[in-house]
Nanobody, 127 residues
Framework: QVQLVESGGGLVQAGGSLRLSCAVSGRTSSSLNMGWFRQAPGKEREFVAASNWSGARKDYQDSVNGRFTISRDNSKDTVYLQMNSLNPADAAVYYC????????????????????WGQGTQVTVSS
């Protein structure tokens, strides 16, 4: 059974940065395509970023492209989300997700395309 544990969330001022981590256990991360999603209160869960198993292919939601970077270190079974230039609209619970499917950009934004989910980590951005 794959387990995902996020960390690195917290409170940051607008314009600041945070790096989220997602530790993978139960399966080597190099066999998984990974994604980050977020959910703000009263809103649906939305796609943030995705990476194929090697990190060579990446995909981003338009609103975070150029500010956020997804990366992975498969030797540590860990996936990261570096978030820069944060603004209050980025505040949400951030979730790490893992997919066993073939990596396809058309599927990255769909939560039901991911098999495993972490418990989430809260990101709060003060204005």
């Amino acid at each position: 059974q794959v387990q995902l544990v996020e960390s690195g969330g917290g409170l940051v001022q607008a314009g600041g940065s945070l790096r989220l981590s997602c530790a993978v256990s139960g399966r080597t991360s190099s066999s998984l395509n990974m994604g980050w999603f977020r959910q703000a209160p009263g809103k649906e869960r939305e796609f943030v970023a995705a990476s194929n198993w090697s990190g060579a292919r990446k995909d981003y939601q338009d609103s975070v492209n150029g500010r956020f970077t997804i990366s992975r270190d498969n030797s540590k079974d860990t996936v990261y989300l570096q978030m820069n230039s944060l603004n209050p609209a980025d505040a949400a619970v951030y979730y790490c997700a893992a997919a066993l499917r073939t990596y396809r950009n058309s599927d990255n934004a769909r939560p039901n395309e991911y098999t495993y989910w972490g418990q989430g980590t809260q990101v709060t951005v003060s204005s």
